[in-house]
Structure formats: C-alpha cells, structure tokens
C-alpha cells in the first residue's frame, strides 16, 4: 500500500485496486479532523453514514450541510 490522501493507503491488490480506505465506522464526530454540523460529539461515523444514506465523510457531509437549510 502507498500513502494517499488524508495519510489514508491506496490499495494495490483487486478487487479494490486503487480505491483510498475510508475512516472506520466506529470513529466518533468529536474525534474527525472537523466535526460534522448537525451530529452530536458522541454519534459514530457508522450511524452518521446510515442517516445520510453516503459512504465518504465528505458525501456525509455534504448531505448534513443540505439537510441543515
């Protein structure tokens, strides 16, 4: 694996070949780089993913930032 993005690895073996690792479900809000508005400090990133329906922190949230206005 190589370094990528956010000091996240690529993978190099298929099926995945490429693909950047996402943060572990069980990551808590207050402990992301920049918390997600609308969640409560103690909410996982897991239970964040399955309210907003989207994979990536960013795609969490951007939907977090849509449902807000």
Do not use: C, H
């Not at 690529?10 to 070949?17: G, S, T, W």
């Not at 964040?48 to 849509?66: C, I």
Request: glycine residues 8%; hydrophobic residues 25%; aromatic residues 2%.
């Amino acid at each position: 694996m190589t370094t990528g993005l956010d000091g996240r690895s690529r993978d190099k073996n298929p099926p995945k070949a490429g693909e950047i690792r996402q943060k572990r479900g069980d990551t808590l809000n207050q402990n992301l780089p920049k918390p997600i508005p609308g969640f409560a400090p103690s909410t996982t990133l897991a239970k964040m993913r399955e309210k907003t329906g989207k994979v990536s922190e960013a795609a969490v949230r951007k939907a977090s930032e849509k449902s807000a206005k």
